[in-house]
């Protein structure tokens, strides 16, 4: 049966590549991000709609359009994230902290306590934060991205909590290293600078993530998978990777 599902950033990378998945067995897709002309490039049959999570009237009109274009939300796919820089704390200037914050912690609360009452009213749902392994162990220079990720974790135990019994699910997505357009973002545009974290390694691609959150997604209705951590074989920890001796 065709769900709705509502995915935030689906511009690029994992979020794009979660949209083409479901799309492809058959669901009805509300994507959202701020590049809005990209949208339909992804999936043409797609609803698209212009969202940025860090703003709060942005949100309410993706999410009412989102509900009035494809009807109850199944699955809601809380992927908009972005890392920006490297800087240690002793070096921050603020400002990259808070768009890590605003768009990873409080734009995702944004979305999910919009969609989850509106789930709730129809019987249940599903819930999925793309978090990261960086959610589990920090890195030099990693401090508030980590942060902003670990957070996700609590968010999604206690909806767990305030939801049970609702029909809810909440799955945390969380991979290592994705070929994606983040490192891209993280480094401000520098092409060199970015190929550089995937040098001599095999990353993941996001349609191995998309694989893992249409695993869960597909699972009948009484199974939650509470967290799927996935890494690329060549990477240990956020720190450890291993790379082919360059010729
Ligand atoms: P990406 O290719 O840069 O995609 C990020 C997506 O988030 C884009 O579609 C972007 O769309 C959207 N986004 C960013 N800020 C937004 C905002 N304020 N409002 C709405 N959408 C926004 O990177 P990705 O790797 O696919 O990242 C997706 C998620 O995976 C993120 O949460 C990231 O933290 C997580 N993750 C990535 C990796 C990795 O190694 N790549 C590893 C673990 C976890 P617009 O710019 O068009 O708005």
């Known amino acids: 049966m065709s769900r709705h599902i509502v995915i935030t950033g689906a511009s690029s990378g994992i979020g794009a590549a979660c949209a083409r998945a479901f799309h492809a067995q058959g669901d009805r897709l509300s994507l959202g991000a701020r590049r809005v002309e990209r949208l339909p490039e992804v999936v043409p049959e797609a609803f698209c709609h212009a969202l940025d999570v860090t703003d709060r009237d942005s949100v309410e009109g993706f999410v009412a359009a989102a509900i009035a274009a494809n009807g109850p939300i199944d699955v809601l796919v809380n992927n908009a994230g972005l890392a ?3 800087e240690k704390i002793a070096e921050g200037t603020g400002e990259a902290w808070r768009e890590m914050i605003e768009t990873n912690v409080l734009g995702l609360l944004e979305v999910t306590r919009r969609v989850l009452p509106h789930m709730i009213e129809n019987g249940g749902g599903h819930v999925v934060v793309i978090g990261s392994i960086a959610g589990h162990k920090a890195y030099v220079g990693g401090g508030v991205y980590c942060g902003s990720k670990r957070a996700l974790q609590p968010i999604c135990e ?39 974290v995937y040098e001599g390694t095999r990353p993941l691609v996001a349609d191995d993530v998309a694989d893992c959150v ?34």
């Open 84 to 86: 920006r820089g490297t």
């Open 158 to 196: 206690a909806i767990r909590m305030e939801t049970l019994g609702r029909n809810v699910r909440v799955t945390s997505v969380d991979p290592g290293m994705v070929d994606t357009e983040f490192s891209l973002v993280r480094f401000s545009g520098d092409r060199e600078r970015a190929q550089k």
């Open 214 to 247: 249409l695993f869960a997604a597909n699972r009948p209705q009484h199974v939650n998978l509470d967290t799927i951590v996935v890494m690329p074989t060549d990477q240990a920890n956020p720190y450890m990777v291993h790379r082919a001796p360059q010729q």
